[in-house]
């Protein structure tokens, strides 16, 4: 089965940039989304197909995805950005639907 | 404004059965491949099951098959989840997400607790 490998934490001061990846094999060839969850939330979809920015998600946010590993980047981190953040993809090949194992974003 | 309100969890003893139901709002549901995505406490995301749009193709994860079965009846604009054999390794919040990825939005959630 597919697999995606995230880092279980990654901790960034305010003010600088955080960087989350996602390895998985060839993930280049698929399409990445990220999602963001609070404490006792849902998780919400802040970056589709890579690298496409939902409605509402600031400008902060940015994504990427080449070879076997996508990437997650947060500019000028804030306190309100500390969450968990899973990736996820369709794994055609095997019809299912898989996500990394989370990340937890800590601001110092 | 779309809406995804999952009803149906509750506290069943192993080996028990439940019944999950999404009601939809807001979008035309039968243009939508739907999802259960469920949340073990303290644990990731775990993708569980898809349908697409008339239900003729249903995808499930290894660890629920032959005991889970994802349906959805377009008329009501309802997805559900029918759990058998309930283990306790089920308890989770289970989700119901529009979509198959990449989709905007969830419910809920709904709690399934599996004790004895």
């Known amino acids: 089965s597919y697999v995606l490998t995230q880092p279980p934490s990654v901790s960034v001061a305010p003010g600088k940039t955080a960087t989350i990846t996602c390895g998985g094999n060839?993930?280049?060839?698929?399409?990445v989304h990220w999602y963001q969850q609070k404490p006792g939330q849902a998780p919400v979809l802040v970056v589709y197909d890579d690298s496409d920015r939902s409605p509402g998600i600031p400008e902060r946010f940015s994504g990427s995805n080449s070879g076997n590993t996508a990437t997650l980047t947060i500019s000028r981190v804030e306190a309100g950005d500390e969450a968990d953040y899973y990736c996820?993809?369709?794994?055609?090949?095997?019809?299912?639907?898989?996500f990394g194992g989370g990340s937890k974003l800590t601001v110092l | 404004e779309v809406q995804l309100v999952e009803s149906g969890g509750g506290l069943v003893q192993p080996g028990g059965s439940l019944r999950l139901s999404c009601a939809a709002s807001g979008f035309s549901f039968s243009s939508y491949w739907m999802t259960w995505v469920r949340q073990a406490p303290g644990m990731g995301l775990q993708w569980v099951a898809n349908i697409d749009l008339d239900g003729s193709e249903r995808y499930y994860v290894d660890s629920v098959k032959g005991r889970f079965t994802i349906s959805r009846d377009n008329a009501k604009n309802s997805l559900f989840l029918q759990m058998n054999s309930l283990r306790v390794e089920d308890t989770a919040v289970y989700y119901c997400a529009r979509g198959v990825t990449g989709d905007h939005y969830w419910g809920q959630g709904s709690l399934v607790t599996v004790s004895s």
């Open positions: 060839d993930i280049g060839s698929l399409s």
């Open positions: 996820q993809v369709w794994h055609r090949s095997s019809d299912h639907v898989v």
